[in-house]
């Protein structure tokens, strides 16, 4: 079944697949953050997600309005066009390769940046930075229909 | 030997009659059973989670209701026990809370426990055994990779330093301090087998980062030592771990410096709660503070800057030796730079420590290193 991006039920196939992976978050350890995801485009167009991680699971993501009012511990916000990409090299590779990892695309903010406000909570986007990843990579066997 | 028995207890007539006679006869003291404790039941708020210490945070046994000063318990009765009369005092010297606590230590310690990971099976190094680097890039990566075993066995020896001299009551941060030290002997371990593993081995130690390791290692206070421990040299780390990530050259080592890099974040956490903590409870330290970070920041620019330090992140962000890529290389690094100074006073500032960036000396270096790429265009 295809999903589309942007979408809650992108995130939401995402959450059904680390449900049936288990074990290899359990090996992770607990995975406490709640943080946003932010598409901006095409055009002015910004999508908001909100995903919240506890333990070894996410209890739930949802898409919302506006991710002031919702208080996330950090930010990922990058136009589709980034998005897409690194979805797609992480499908092509069966996981992000070494120049399109959640780390390196943030790092200096070149494709995505990390919105912040209280670098305590920042700190848990390296935290967690293992299962952060490899919750993205889990799109590698989605079929994903890309928002144009 | 330098702590005797005040008895031969074999030649104690009294003790050892006392044993023959429960042996004889079955009949036991069980004093202990009447022991002055708490009867309690303590069940996991989360069964996912399991039973975690802030599950234990219950009357007689808790932390919420930990003292100021530990007076009462100089041995390693484990909080909450009754203590006997005659038992030693073990002479811890960590007998304040302020001293040693952070805000949610507990949750640190049950994260810290649960995300261990081993740097013999969780890095595919058959996969790093195929990956051919070139020779600049190679030497460059296994400098690096000396600096930061260099860096983390020094880091597991100052926790491991300051463990024993923390009173048992602190039962959480001990515990803390003790996975702190076996995820840094972990680095030490991981980035030794990765050095061994380029081709190139081991390169050089370099003298000013020793200085500073020193002066990491000899801080005479327990926040002193968390505050450049924890807060500043792995704050910075946790930087050039992300910054190796970002420039490392394949797969398994960009999973490496994840998996370090989450550790390393987690320490900075606890020492940023402590220092939080220590602010609160404690505000007379900030001269004190200030004056130890003064001199740490000192060292820290002289070991960021030696040449077996800087000159491998140079050569490893602009991936090569010639010309155009030592310009690129220095554009990279100098941004690394600056960030790592923002963070650090990022952090100060939310634990409290908000007037350091005034009167920090860092600031001159970062002046120094915006004017540098502003003049290369960089910025």
């Given at each position: 079944?295809?999903?589309?991006?942007?979408?809650?039920?992108?995130?939401?196939?995402?959450?059904?697949?680390?449900?049936?992976?288990?074990?290899?978050?359990?090996?992770?350890?607990?995975?406490?953050?709640?943080?946003?995801?932010?598409?901006?485009?095409?055009?002015?167009?910004?999508?908001?997600?909100?995903?919240?991680?506890?333990?070894?699971?996410?209890?739930?993501?949802?898409?919302?309005?506006?991710?002031?009012?919702?208080?996330?511990?950090?930010?990922?916000?990058?136009?589709?066009?980034?998005?897409?990409?690194?979805?797609?090299?992480?499908?092509?590779?069966?996981?992000?390769?070494?120049?399109?990892?959640?780390?390196?695309?943030?790092?200096?903010?070149?494709?995505?940046?990390?919105?912040?406000?209280?670098?305590?909570?920042?700190?848990?986007?390296?935290?967690?930075?293992?299962?952060?990843?490899?919750?993205?990579?889990?799109?590698?066997?989605?079929?994903?229909?890309?928002?144009? | 030997?330098?702590?005797?028995?005040?008895?031969?207890?074999?030649?104690?007539?009294?003790?050892?009659?006392?044993?023959?006679?429960?042996?004889?006869?079955?009949?036991?003291?069980?004093?202990?059973?009447?022991?002055?404790?708490?009867?309690?039941?303590?069940?996991?708020?989360?069964?996912?989670?399991?039973?975690?210490?802030?599950?234990?945070?219950?009357?007689?046994?808790?932390?919420?209701?930990?003292?100021?000063?530990?007076?009462?318990?100089?041995?390693?009765?484990?909080?909450?026990?009754?203590?006997?009369?005659?038992?030693?005092?073990?002479?811890?010297?960590?007998?304040?809370?302020?001293?040693?606590?952070?805000?949610?230590?507990?949750?640190?310690?049950?994260?810290?426990?649960?995300?261990?990971w081993d740097a013999t099976t969780d890095i595919?190094?058959?996969?790093?055994?195929?990956?051919?680097?070139?020779?600049?890039?190679?030497?460059?990566?296994?400098?690096?990779?000396?600096?930061?075993?260099?860096?983390?066995?020094?880091?597991?020896?100052?926790?491991?330093?300051?463990?024993?001299?923390?009173?048992?009551?602190?039962?959480?941060?001990?515990?803390?301090?003790?996975?702190?030290?076996?995820?840094?002997?972990r680095h030490?371990e991981i980035f030794?087998k990765?050095?061994?593993?380029?081709?190139?081995?081991?390169?050089?130690?370099?003298?000013?980062?020793?200085?500073?390791?020193?002066?990491?290692?000899?801080?005479?206070?327990?926040?002193?030592?968390?505050?450049?421990?924890?807060?500043?040299?792995?704050?910075?780390?946790?930087?050039?771990?992300?910054?190796?990530?970002?420039?490392?050259?394949?797969?398994?080592?960009?999973?490496m410096?994840?998996l370090?890099?989450?550790?390393?974040?987690?320490?900075?956490?606890?020492?940023?709660?402590?220092?939080?903590?220590?602010?609160?409870?404690?505000?007379?330290?900030?001269?004190?503070?200030?004056?130890?970070?003064?001199?740490?920041?000192?060292?820290?620019?002289?070991?960021?800057?030696?040449?077996?330090?800087?000159?491998?992140?140079?050569?490893?962000?602009?991936?090569?030796?010639?010309?155009?890529?030592?310009?690129?290389?220095?554009?990279?690094?100098?941004?690394?730079?600056?960030?790592?100074?923002?963070?650090?006073?990022?952090?100060?500032?939310?634990?409290?420590?908000?007037?350091?960036?005034?009167?920090?000396?860092?600031?001159?270096?970062?002046?120094?290193?915006?004017?540098?790429?502003?003049?290369?265009?960089?910025?």
């Amino acid at each position: 079944m295809k999903v589309d991006f942007p979408s809650a039920s992108f995130f939401e196939a995402l959450n059904d697949r680390m449900a049936q992976e288990q074990d290899r978050f359990t090996r992770l350890g607990y995975f406490d953050t709640t943080f946003g995801v932010t598409v901006v485009g095409p055009g002015e167009r910004r999508r908001n997600y909100l995903l919240n991680f506890e333990v070894y699971e996410c209890m739930g993501a949802r898409e919302i309005d506006n991710l002031e009012g919702e208080d996330p511990d950090f930010v990922l916000e990058a136009d589709i066009a980034q998005w897409q990409d690194m979805l797609r090299n992480i499908q092509s590779n069966g996981g992000a390769d070494t120049d399109h990892g959640i780390n390196t695309l943030t790092h200096f903010g070149e494709g995505m940046k990390v919105i912040y406000d209280d670098p305590e909570r920042h700190d848990k986007l390296f935290r967690f930075s293992e299962s952060i990843q490899e919750y993205f990579d889990l799109a590698a066997d989605l079929k994903i229909e890309y928002a144009s | 030997m330098s702590y005797l028995a005040t008895s031969h207890f074999l030649d104690d007539n009294e003790f050892v009659d006392k044993y023959l006679y429960s042996m004889r006869t079955g009949e036991l003291d069980l004093s202990w059973m009447d022991a002055s404790t708490k009867d309690v039941h303590c069940t996991s708020a989360n069964e996912r989670r399991g039973l975690t210490f802030r599950d234990l945070d219950v009357d007689g046994y808790g932390f919420s209701d930990l003292p100021e000063v530990v007076r009462e318990n100089r041995c390693y009765a484990p909080r909450g026990a009754e203590i006997p009369d005659g038992v030693p005092d073990m002479q811890a010297s960590v007998n304040r809370s302020s001293d040693v606590w952070a805000y949610n230590v507990e949750g640190y310690v049950e994260e810290a426990m649960s995300r261990q990971w081993d740097a013999t099976t969780d890095i595919p190094w058959a996969e790093l055994q195929e990956a051919e680097l070139p020779e600049e890039i190679g030497k460059a990566y296994a400098q690096l990779l000396t600096f930061l075993t260099e860096v983390e066995m020094i880091a597991t020896d100052v926790p491991a330093k300051w463990m024993g001299q923390v009173n048992a009551d602190f039962i959480e941060v001990k515990n803390f301090i003790a996975l702190q030290a076996m995820d840094e002997a972990r680095h030490a371990e991981i980035f030794r087998k990765r050095a061994l593993s380029t081709g190139y081995g081991l390169m050089r130690a370099s003298v000013q980062n020793e200085h500073n390791l020193k002066f990491l290692r000899d801080a005479e206070t327990f926040s002193e030592a968390s505050v450049t421990l924890h807060l500043q040299a792995e704050g910075n780390v946790l930087t050039m771990f992300r910054f190796s990530e970002y420039i490392s050259p394949t797969d398994a080592d960009k999973r490496m410096f994840r998996l370090v890099m989450q550790d390393e974040a987690r320490h900075v956490g606890y020492g940023m709660q402590h220092l939080k903590w220590l602010m609160k409870h404690n505000p007379e330290c900030r001269e004190t503070l200030h004056a130890h970070l003064e001199e740490a920041e000192n060292f820290l620019f002289g070991s960021i800057f030696a040449n077996e330090v800087f000159e491998p992140f140079v050569i490893l962000s602009g991936k090569g030796l010639k010309k155009e890529n030592i310009d690129k290389g220095l554009v990279i690094t100098g941004m690394f730079q600056m960030r790592q100074t923002e963070e650090y006073f990022e952090r100060l500032d939310k634990c409290g420590l908000t007037d350091r960036r005034e009167r920090s000396r860092l600031h001159e270096v970062y002046e120094m290193t915006k004017q540098g790429l502003a003049a290369q265009g960089a910025i």
